[in-house]
């Protein structure tokens, strides 16, 4: 398995753009994951999904961010209009479920995002 | 809010001495916990874990130790080598939580040579 796959790898945008964020799970995990990392917070959970539903959207910063799973091999994370405090590194996780060693989640490359 | 800690920013340390990356939490219902280490331009990886039933949990040079009574987890490393220099990050879930796993800042360790 090629593990998690995330495009773009960086973007770079100006403000007010919409930004489309991709991610492809790994095959067979029931769960996905957003998020964020910044130098001030670390690695912050945005949202996440299991088995294409989303279950807790709490860590989505404003209304400006929304995310989707329309199918299992594939989410979107969208900004819209994107601000420069956007700007960070886009992180999508996958695992197969929720205890144990199952709970090990699976990280995608990353997408590192600047908005001018 | 911070419910998993990790206060030191940074570590350097000899290569063929021990790193000790220390993580609080804040959480008492947190019950299982993982490290991550993550290179420059790419996602973390899983380094090892620990569930809350056991203290200790160990993997080659890897070992994470953990104190629930103080909230408080170490991962150590020995021998350190140069090729450990990584950020590492401090995870912790709780299981009645909806797999709400929380992520410390980070701590950048640098091994030199």
């Known amino acids: 398995d090629a593990g998690v796959i995330q495009s773009p790898r960086h973007e770079v945008t100006e403000m007010g753009q919409e930004v489309t964020l991709r991610c492809k799970p790994i095959s067979g995990h029931d769960y996905l994951f957003w998020y964020r990392q910044t130098m001030m917070r670390g690695l912050e959970l945005l949202i996440y999904f299991n088995n294409n539903v989303p279950i807790d959207d709490s860590g989505m910063p404003e209304d400006r961010f929304s995310a989707k799973m329309p199918n299992a091999s594939f989410s979107t994370l969208k900004i819209q209009p994107s601000e420069p405090r956007d700007s960070a590194v886009y992180f999508c996780?996958?695992?197969?479920?929720?205890?144990?060693?199952?709970?090990?989640?699976?990280f995608g490359p990353g997408t590192r995002l600047l908005v001018l | 809010d911070q419910q998993v800690k990790q206060n030191s920013p940074s570590l350097s340390v000899q290569e063929g001495r021990i790193s000790i990356l220390n993580c609080d939490y804040t959480n008492s219902m947190f019950d299982y916990f993982l490290w991550y280490k993550k290179y420059p331009a790419e996602g973390p990886t899983f380094l090892i874990s620990?569930?809350?039933?056991?203290d200790k949990n160990e993997d080659g040079r890897f070992t994470v130790f953990l104190n629930k009574s103080a909230k408080h987890l170490s991962l150590h490393i020995v021998p350190s080598q140069p090729g450990d220099s990584a950020v590492y990050f401090c995870a912790a879930s709780a299981w009645d939580n909806n797999n709400d796993m929380r992520f410390g800042a980070g701590t950048r360790l640098t091994v030199k040579p």
């Open positions: 996780a996958s695992s197969l479920g929720l205890a144990g060693v199952q709970e090990t989640q699976y």
């Open positions: 620990i569930s809350s039933i056991k």
